[in-house]
């Protein structure tokens, strides 16, 4: 069974850096592209940016674009998301997806990671 | 960017019965949307692609249709356990692939 596995919740202060992991199956990780959904408190799910990682090809949204940065570590099956500076409005949940067909950007997410929470308060 | 409009915001629907949801994109997505359910402190799960192909493991309660604008979520024999956020993605064009706002189904 294929899971992408987060790391655990972070609190954190407006201005302080942070890097969010998600770890893949090894036998499917480099061959479909992983994504960022953000969902803020009770709201809907936004679509931030994608990686592939058998060569670090990686697109964002323009909403996100230069507000974060989505890296990957191809030999450990993980990939990033990081901020340099967060602001109390980066306060949210945060899911890596997995596209469901191999290749294809254009595609539903089949596979979810639990999540991690990033609250963001002085 | 393609708007997505789910309705109604929220469904209130009697145990056994049907509930219909609604998504609506501004302009033509063929087929490419897919529907997830959204349980309280979970992950969303990919309930529908291809606007009606049923992902794995998913029950043939749920049911997909529609192309170009307009789609249907239609949920058969509701059981306690779809109570849920539901919600609607575009992936025909990019960036960004777009969400609706959701439709939180309530059991009566």
């Known amino acids: 069974e294929v899971q992408l596995v987060q790391s655990g919740a972070e609190v954190k202060k407006p201005g302080e850096s942070l890097k969010i992991s998600c770890q893949g199956s090894r036998n499917s990780f480099t061959t479909h592209w992983i994504g960022w959904v953000r969902q803020m408190p009770g709201k809907g799910l936004e679509w931030m940016g994608i990686?592939?990682?058998?060569?670090?090809?990686?697109k964002y949204s323009p909403s996100f674009e230069g507000h974060v940065t989505i890296s990957v570590d191809k030999s450990s099956t993980t990939a990033y998301l990081q901020w340099s500076s967060l602001k109390a409005s980066d306060t949210a949940m945060y899911y890596c997806v997995r596209h469901f067909q191999k290749l294809v950007i254009n595609d539903a997410f089949d596979v979810w990671g639990q999540g991690t929470m990033v609250i963001v308060s002085s | 960017e393609i708007v997505m409009t789910q309705s109604p915001a929220t469904l209130s629907v009697s145990p056994g019965e049907r509930a219909t949801l609604s998504c609506r994109a501004s302009?033509?997505?063929?087929?490419?949307l897919a529907w997830y359910q959204q349980k309280p402190g979970q992950a969303p799960r990919l309930l529908i692609y291809g606007a009606s192909g049923r992902a794995t493991g998913i029950p043939d309660r749920f049911s997909g249709s529609g192309s170009g604008t307009d789609f249907t979520l239609i949920i058969n024999r509701l059981e306690p356990e779809d109570s849920a956020v539901y919600y609607c993605q575009q992936y025909n064009h990019w960036p960004p692939l777009t969400f609706g706002g959701g439709t939180k189904v309530e059991i009566k």
């Open positions: 302009q033509s997505v063929s087929s490419s």
């Open positions: 990686i592939y990682p058998d060569d670090s090809d990686t």
